[in-house]
């Protein structure tokens, strides 16, 4: 199976090992860059920080995101945080009126960020691959109803071919992946496809009237996945052996 691992400079170095080791791989860390053009992102943590999953941490910014619009949806409802180095968390509220926690995004979620600054950004998440050994696994639980998800493993491409969120005896026949399309930095509708077993490429288009491609995602991307099975949460387990 073909699978993209884009981790930019990765070290296997055995004596990399921080204080979670019982979470984080011991011999594989690196970088990823992430673009955040001007406008609405859709991303994700792509990387575990060994300092911490915080925002502060794994998008720092010194005054350069002042501003910028950070929207997390918690299973009903978006969380709004604001950019702001002058708070003594670094962030404020939708407002910006007042200091709240820094947000805290584990690989494995996606979400909004709307870079309003009016200046073309990259960040560089640094850290390890959250998993606890190689070969190892990784394992992401998505609820019943519509999450905003992500590849827990910095892997890019077909999201059953490369992901590895793959449809075994049409386990997940059904349910939809929703990807937004962004032009401008404006949010343009989504492009829904929906996993199915009996069409020739594994997937149907938005109504599952005809076979649809299938979906791409790329490193430091998500999509928003409705799981509508009825069974409960559906366990997304990837794996990472390198050779």
């Given at each position: 199976m073909?699978?993209?691992?884009?981790?930019?400079?990765a070290a296997?170095?055995?004596?990399?090992?921080?204080?979670?080791a019982?979470?984080?791989s011991?011999?594989?860390?690196?970088?990823?860059?992430?673009?955040?053009?001007?406008?609405?992102?859709f991303?994700?943590?792509?990387?575990?920080?060994t300092?911490?999953?915080?925002?502060?941490n794994t998008?720092?910014?010194?005054g350069?995101?002042?501003?910028?619009?950070?929207?997390i949806?918690?299973?009903?409802h978006?969380?709004?945080?604001?950019?702001?180095s002058?708070?003594?968390?670094?962030?404020?509220?939708?407002?910006?009126?007042?200091?709240?926690?820094?947000?805290?995004v584990?690989?494995?979620t996606?979400?909004?960020?709307?870079?309003n600054t009016?200046?073309?950004q990259?960040?560089?998440?640094?850290?390890?691959v959250f998993?606890?050994?190689?070969p190892?696994?990784?394992?992401?639980?998505?609820?019943?109803?519509?999450?905003?998800?992500?590849?827990?493993?910095?892997?890019?491409?077909?999201?059953?071919?490369?992901l590895?969120f793959?449809?075994?005896a049409g386990?997940?026949?059904?349910?939809?992946?929703?990807?937004?399309?962004?032009?401008?930095?404006?949010?343009?509708?989504?492009?829904?496809?929906?996993f199915?077993?009996?069409?020739?490429?594994?997937?149907?288009?938005?109504?599952?009237?005809?076979s649809?491609?299938?979906?791409q995602?790329?490193v430091?991307?998500g999509?928003?996945?409705?799981?509508?099975?009825?069974?409960?949460?559906?366990?997304w387990v990837?794996?990472?052996?390198?050779?």
């Open positions: 073909k699978k993209t691992l884009l981790i930019a400079a296997l170095a055995a004596g990399v090992i921080s204080s979670q019982q979470v984080y011991q011999n594989i860390v690196g970088y990823v860059n992430t673009p955040l053009p001007l406008g609405t992102s991303i994700s943590i792509p990387l575990a920080n300092a911490g999953d915080s925002m502060t998008i720092p910014n010194s350069q995101l002042d501003g910028a619009v950070v929207s949806f918690n299973g009903t978006f969380v709004q945080s604001t950019f702001d002058t708070m003594p968390t670094g962030f404020g509220n939708a407002s910006d009126s007042a200091a709240v926690p820094a947000p805290v584990d690989p494995g996606s979400f909004y960020l709307n870079n009016g200046v073309i990259t960040n560089t998440f640094v850290g390890q998993i606890a050994s190689i190892g696994t990784a394992t992401n639980s998505l609820p019943a109803g519509n999450s905003f998800a992500a590849s827990v493993i910095p892997f890019g491409g077909g999201i059953s071919s490369s590895q793959s449809n075994n386990a997940l026949d059904g349910t939809i992946v929703s990807q937004p399309n962004i032009v401008g930095g404006s949010i343009h509708g989504f492009t829904q496809t929906v199915d077993s009996t069409m020739s490429t594994g997937f149907g288009n938005a109504s599952d009237s005809a649809a491609p299938e979906p995602v790329v430091g991307g999509f928003i996945y409705n799981n509508n099975a009825g069974g409960g949460a559906i366990q990837q794996t990472l052996n390198v050779q």
